[in-house]
T-cell receptor, first 115, second 117 residues
Framework: AQSVAQPEDQVNVAEGNPLTVKCTYS??????LFWYVQYPNRGLQFLLK??????LVKGSYGFEAEFNKSQTSFHLKKPSALVSDSALYFC?????????????FGKGTRLSVIA | GAVVSQHPSRVICKSGTSVKIECRSL??????MFWYRQFPKQSLMLMAT?????????EQGVEKDKFLINHASLTLSTLTVTSAHPEDSSFYIC?????????????FGPGTRLTVL
């Protein structure tokens, strides 16, 4: 079975400071990992994904995430937060060898960037 | 990136009526589409997996006779909420799966907010 844990319901950070949104996962095989962002009353926007290769993945809007197999983590990071980054962030996982199964999502972390 | 549209974006209906939500992949063909439901301040809950030309596969606890899914073509899937009740009020999001070579990504529609009075 696949699962995702986002241990923080809320992350607060001052504008200009680095931000981290945590995610750990569990799959039986090798993972595909994703980060999505959701703004109020909007659908999900794709930020970045890890499929294979380089453990550091760079995505949209200056975000990046590092795949750590030993810690089964895929934390989302940004060097300098913007107020406009305030949104709900979802980590998702899919077992690479699981055929036609959909993504499984974490419960989400609300990021609040304070000016 | 791939674009997925949903229509309508917002719908208000009376209890007992049926509501149809359309999900379209605009610039690609999607053999598989997924329907999710999101409650306020909660994560996305997978409702069903829809494959073009075949019956949808529903997750445990989701009533297939209440949430009718039709994946008539490679670019269109519909979700019909039959005999809607206030507890069906939610944010419904569809997703289309794209497989190109070694990459495999789900793209999401903007969502449909259903309010049942």
């Amino acid at each position: 079975a696949q699962s995702v844990a986002q241990p923080e319901d809320q992350v607060n950070v001052a504008e200009g400071n680095p931000l981290t949104v945590k995610c750990t996962y569990s799959v039986s095989g090798n993972p595909y990992l994703f980060w999505y962002v959701q703004y109020p009353n909007r659908g999900l926007q794709f930020l970045l994904k890890y499929i294979t290769g380089d453990n550091l993945v760079k995505g949209s809007y200056g975000f990046e995430a590092e795949f750590n197999k030993s810690q089964t983590s895929f934390h989302l990071k940004k060097p300098s937060a913007l107020v406009s980054d305030s949104a709900l962030y979802f980590c998702a996982v899919r077992d690479r060898e699981s055929g036609n199964t959909p993504l499984v999502f974490g419960k989400g972390t609300r990021l609040s960037v304070i000016a | 990136g791939a674009v997925v549209s949903q229509h309508p974006s917002r719908v208000i209906c009376k209890s007992g009526t049926s509501v149809k939500i359309e999900c379209r992949s605009l610039d690609f063909q999607a053999t598989t589409m997924f329907w999710y439901r999101q409650f306020p301040k909660q994560s996305l809950m997978l409702m069903a997996t829809s494959n073009e030309g075949s019956k949808a596969t529903y997750e445990q606890g989701v009533e297939k006779d209440k949430f009718l899914i039709n994946h008539a073509s490679l670019t269109l899937s519909t979700l019909t909420v039959t005999s809607a009740h206030p507890e069906d009020s939610s944010f419904y999001i569809c997703s289309a799966r794209v497989q190109r070579g070694r990459t495999d990504t789900q793209y999401f529609g903007p969502g449909t907010r259903l309010t049942v009075l």
